[in-house]
């Protein structure tokens, strides 16, 4: 960053009381939507050269603007990466060796430049690559498998020939997706410098009004951020002064100060996505009426995330393309394992591990394997047994009451979930467990004990017994806004 741009940044972020990585990081997400509509105006349909060269020079302007000659450690690993896959191709050796050479390369960088705090420094786009460049690897080698061998999720990614540097380096590069994702393959991108979403004519798409759409939501959800962040320090969770409140206020507050944090990484999503959906990359067909739909790489469905009324709901609704990523790439190719639980162990293992070195990651996903357990092993006990089934579900009395309940519930302890996520450290996680007495960690954890007891009570009906039905899904949460798969 050069002095100049040093100065403005830090007189803005000193007023707005915003740390200046943080706010260079959002000035640098909007600066994509101007130089998307450079390519829209003058380079869409030209040379997939020029335009791979033109993202490669606007991409790695944006990086260096934000962390200087780190932007290196991004040649290096395309680098590296390129030649391992070049010798090797699409083979169980190229994997490995992607994976062996970009996970650790990830993971030893957060050792050595990490802090105690939350870090925005030049990590936060490689953990985006990393996760690029090992899906490269895994897409190469579904490209050598006979079509009818591969699954849904591998043709639409699959490739039968390894990019050439320069493809490879202008998707690692897009101006769209390289600071904070989305994640979207390399197949997708190809495709979109090629003119496979262009419109019928041959003009750049339509997607301007959606894009801008999206820029307004990332503008809104960054201010009610920032306006509320001052309210909810991490601080109140520490410093003991909520303990000299009530219990529900405790709860209140953390479930409000878990709402606010994920609140800034909405509104980064959103920003990065519409600036992909500018440049028409987004293309997912079209709906039942014929619109063209432009969530291809979306990562946050808002009206999901407000308004579920169960964890399952909540964690599909955010960080979508993310989750779809490790569903692909970890879950599923787990399945030698013969084994859904060790399936889901590793995959959010590898999430956390993804993220950084901090116990409070490893915590956080840890506790989400037992919030999803407990919900999945509660709906069945409530479907299965006639009494509950008719209470949660079929008196129309207490169906305000219920939902109500499920979601206070589920959106008062996403933010307790949220904790070690946002605190980091297990010292500090702890100093804000207490506030809640570890109430909700008994809840979850001690489940395999309390509910041999819960289900002896309320044990299926014989009909049920017989039929083997059992209800997965909450019928009253809300629609998706679109399709997205579940992260486990």
């Known amino acids: 960053m050069d002095e100049s741009g040093e100065s403005w940044i830090a ?11 943080g706010l260079t990081l959002i000035v640098s997400l909007f600066a994509a939507y101007p130089l998307v509509l450079v390519h829209r105006t003058y380079l869409h349909g ?3 050269p020029l335009q791979h060269i033109y993202f490669i020079v606007t991409g790695f302007s944006i990086e260096y603007y934000n962390f200087g000659n780190h932007v290196i450690h991004s040649f290096i690993c395309i680098a590296v990466v390129y030649a391992i896959l070049y010798i090797w191709g699409g083979t169980a050796i190229g994997v490995a060796a992607t994976f062996v050479f970009a996970f650790p390369y990830l993971f030893i960088s957060y050792l050595i430049f990490s802090t105690d705090e939350y870090d925005i420094n030049w990590t936060t786009p490689h953990c985006v690559l ?6 490269l690897a895994f897409d190469l080698k579904d490209g050598q498998k006979p079509d009818k061998d591969r699954s849904s999720d591998q043709k639409l990614a699959a490739l039968e020939k390894l990019p050439s540097l320069l493809e490879l380096l202008g998707n690692c590069f897009f101006v769209g997706g390289c600071m904070i994702g989305p994640q979207y393959s390399t197949k997708r991108y190809l495709d979109f410098v090629s003119g496979e979403f262009a419109d019928k004519n041959g003009s750049p798409p339509k997607s301007v009004n959606a894009a801008m759409k ?3 939501q990332g503008l809104l959800f960054i201010t009610i951020y920032q306006t509320a962040m001052p309210y909810f320090p991490d601080e109140k969770l520490l410093n003991g002064e909520l303990l000299q409140t009530s219990f529900w206020w405790r709860l209140l507050y953390i479930g409000l100060w878990g709402k606010v944090q994920i609140y800034k990484y909405i509104a980064s999503w959103v920003i990065s996505e519409g600036s992909c959906i500018l440049a028409g990359m987004t293309y997912n067909g079209k709906d039942e009426q014929g619109h063209d739909k432009w969530d291809g790489c979306k990562n946050v469905s808002i009206r999901q995330y407000e308004l579920r009324t169960s964890f399952q709901g909540i964690i599909d609704s955010f960080n979508i393309n993310t989750n779809k990523w490790a569903l692909c790439y970890v879950y599923k190719r787990l399945r030698f394992a013969g084994n859904k639980l060790i399936s889901q162990s590793v995959t959010l293992l590898f999430l956390a591990a993804w993220h950084g070195h901090y116990t409070g990651y490893y915590h956080a996903f840890m506790l ?3 919030v999803m357990y407990c919900e999945n092993r509660f709906v069945v006990l409530v479907t299965r047994n006639a009494t509950l089934n008719k209470i949660f579900y079929k008196t129309p009395a207490l169906q305000p009451f219920v939902v109500a309940f499920c979601f206070l519930w589920a959106h008062l302890l996403t ?3 949220f904790l070690s996520f946002g605190l980091l450290t297990w010292t500090r996680s702890v100093a804000a467990f207490r506030l809640l007495y570890y109430i909700p960690h008994i809840v979850w954890f001690g489940w395999p004990l309390y509910s041999i007891l819960l289900f002896a009570i309320f044990p299926p009906t014989k009909k049920e017994k017989e039929t083997g039905a059992t209800q997965k899904v909450d019928p009253r949460t809300v629609p998706e806004e679109s399709n997205t798969k579940k992260e486990q």
């Open 11 to 21: 007189i803005v972020s000193e007023s707005l009381g915003a740390p200046v990585a």
């Open 46 to 48: 030209k040379s997939p």
């Open 214 to 216: 999206r820029a307004a």
């Open 368 to 370: 989400e394997f037992f």
């Open 130 to 135: 990393t996760l690029r460049l090992i899906a």
């Open 415 to 417: 933010g307790y979930t």
